[in-house]
């Protein structure tokens, strides 16, 4: 089992919807959680991050992480075309190590 | 400020071919990192620098040397390339847990 599980989709929805991407988890010590963004040719980017359990809150992104059941989620509210890339969770393993989900491919149309 | 920048950009090797993927920042970061990225598996670690002079080993390290010439500067080696090596690899480097800064990649292709 890996230590970090994300859909890989491709996630395909039209401009304005909410989108929902989501992780799980194995290591209860995970602490930091992390999501980048990776457009297509480029390399990733931290979009935003929680520490421990609770939401986050950063313009049209919301992070949310459920410690209790090993959860990551992240929503896009308003999803733009620009929304279009590649995001991955990754929780931190300590000692500034994070650990890669396999990443989600969404595809915003106008 | 330019980052974290990776040469080349891309490349062609034949299988046991070595090369030399380089990588430098200019953040002062203590902490560097070399990844591999393929489809479906995500970002995979390969070898990380902590500080200059010391490297460790990752997930993935079988078939990869790193050397952290100093604080700016993090290379990756491949002695003997195989087709199995072929990938898109990104240098990394952070101060903290929750950022690490990433290079544009390079792709790397051996056959």
């Known amino acids: 089992q890996k230590e970090v599980e994300q859909d890989p989709g491709p996630l395909s929805v039209p401009e304005g919807a909410i989108v929902s991407l989501n992780c799980t988890y194995s290591?209860?010590?995970?602490?930091?959680f992390m999501w980048y963004r990776q457009y297509s040719r480029k390399g990733p980017e931290l979009l935003m991050y929680t520490y421990s359990s609770g939401n986050k809150e950063d313009g049209r992104f919301t992070a949310q992480v459920d410690k209790s059941s090993k959860y990551i989620s992240l929503f896009i509210r308003d999803s733009q075309p620009s929304d279009s890339a590649t995001y991955l969770c990754?929780?931190?393993?300590?000692?500034?190590?994070?650990?890669f989900g396999a990443g989600t491919r969404l595809a915003v149309h106008p | 400020n330019a980052g974290v920048t990776q040469t080349p950009k891309f490349q062609v090797l034949k299988t046991g071919q070595s090369m030399t993927l380089q990588c430098a920042q200019d953040m002062n970061h203590n902490s560097m990192y070399w990844y591999r990225q393929d489809p479906g598996m995500g970002l995979r670690l390969i070898y990380y620098?902590?500080?200059?002079?010391?490297?460790d080993k990752g997930e993935v390290p079988n078939g990869y040397n790193v050397s952290r010439l100093n604080k700016r500067e993090f290379s990756l080696r491949l002695e003997s390339a195989a087709p199995s090596q072929t990938s898109v690899y990104f240098c990394?480097?952070?101060?903290?847990?929750?950022?690490?800064?990433f290079g544009p990649g390079t792709r790397l292709l051996v056959l």
């Open positions: 620098s902590a500080s200059e002079g010391t490297t």
């Open positions: 990754a929780p931190s393993g300590g000692y500034n190590k994070l650990i």
């Open positions: 990394a480097s952070s101060e903290s847990q929750e950022t690490q800064y």
């Open positions: 290591n209860s010590a995970f602490q930091y």
